[in-house]
């Protein structure tokens, strides 16, 4: 359930995208990276210059950058050999303190993109899904790194590079070059399905990746393009006060099964009206109290926990009722939607969505 007050825009933001064309692939300086993308490295036996570069690209290195500082490559694969390190493609080592499968989703697929860029080198540029990655979006599915290299060049190691075409200059993310986020949600939205659509573009708009006009824009690319028009469904239901992809998940299941939330991020009070709690998916009865959908999960929060000291504040107040759910509860047949239809079915009714009130006034 979310706190009782609002999460200022400092805490929902990213750092700053510089949307402006970019030189260089790489920047050596410490603060490349902001901490939050930062992997833990294996900082013993390492020069410090080492260990910040390492740190800057989620605990990758590439040969070049090692003999730059001092290692060698004897020295390198030395450190493969016994176990210190790892070589997960040609030219590049993983001295990271942890293995990539220990990582958060969104972090796994930052490291993967991280490792195709330096892997293709030169003036590589992460696009679609990776591009998304590295820009912060949440909810990606399972995927293929993939650049863009300005030429062709073969996939190798499971590394994909693509021949695509960009709308708008590279913009420089930490220590890489990606595509303009609107350039990368229309490459990669149309190999999507519409619920995980939804999730990107929730994700996006919630951690200020993109704007609600970019979202437009990224609308106008997709018109006539393959696997666009399975997305029709999506656009109506995008809205980026979602705080994460179990949100819209199960939102979009709830919606599929003909349970369209009231709300969002609803609000409750006590008696006295002073603000509890926000609940993440409401319907409201129709005796005045609201069904509240609370969604936990480890991916997005860390460990999976329930808050039941604020679960308990908002059943005191006899306004709401709460269901928790997990995301193996989720699925247009699955026990969130048999509990919440079954809620419903007994109430009578409910109020109808804010969206389609509004439409109607």
């Known amino acids: 359930m979310g706190t009782d007050t609002t999460p200022t825009s400092a805490e929902r933001r990213l750092p700053p995208i510089v949307r402006a ?84 989703p969104d972090a796994r697929h930052r490291r993967a993109a991280a490792l195709a860029l330096l892997a293709f080198g030169g003036r590589a540029t992460a696009v679609g899904f990776s591009a998304l990655a590295c820009h912060g979006v949440w909810g990606l599915p399972v995927h293929s790194p993939e650049v863009t290299c300005g030429s062709a060049r073969s996939d190798r190691d499971g590394l994909r590079c693509r021949e695509v075409s960009l709308t708008r200059s590279p913009v420089q993310v930490g220590a890489f070059r990606c595509a303009h986020p609107v350039d990368a949600l229309a490459q990669a939205l149309p190999r999507c399905s519409p619920r995980t659509a939804l999730g990107m573009l929730d994700s996006a708009l919630h951690r200020q990746v ?34 994460s992809p179990l949100e819209s998940w199960a939102y979009y299941d709830l919606d599929a099964a003909g349970l369209r939330p009231t709300d969002i991020q609803v609000r409750i009070v006590d008696a006295s009206g002073v603000l509890v709690a926000r609940g993440d998916i409401g319907f409201r009865l129709p005796d005045g109290s609201w069904l509240i959908v ?45 509990q919440v239809r079954d809620v419903l079915d007994r109430a009578g009714a409910w109020s109808a969505p804010v969206s389609e009130r509004r439409r109607a006034g």
Not at 48 to 60: D, E, F, K, P, Y
Not at 330 to 338: A, N, P, Q
């Open 21 to 104: 064309p970019v030189p260089v692939l790489l920047d050596t300086s410490s603060t490349a990276a902001p901490t939050s993308l930062r992997a833990p490295v294996l900082a013993d036996l390492l020069p410090a210059a080492v260990v910040r570069l390492a740190t800057t690209q989620h605990g990758l290195l590439t040969s070049s950058q090692l003999a730059m500082c001092g290692v060698s490559v004897a020295v390198a694969k030395r450190r493969v050999l016994t176990g210190r390190w790892r070589r997960p493609t040609r030219g590049v080592y993983d001295v990271a303190s942890s293995s990539p499968l220990q990582l958060r």
């Open 210 to 243: 993109v704007t609600e006009e970019e979202v437009a824009e990224v609308r106008a690319l997709l018109v006539g393009r393959r696997g666009a028009a399975g997305l029709a469904v999506v656009w109506a239901l995008v809205d980026g006060r979602r705080e």
């Open 294 to 338: 609370e969604l936990n999960g480890r991916e997005y929060h860390g460990v999976a926990v329930r808050d039941d000291t604020r679960r308990n504040a908002v059943v005191a107040t006899e306004r709401a009722r709460v269901l928790d759910y997990w995301a193996e509860h989720l699925g247009v047949g699955g026990t969130m939607v048999r």
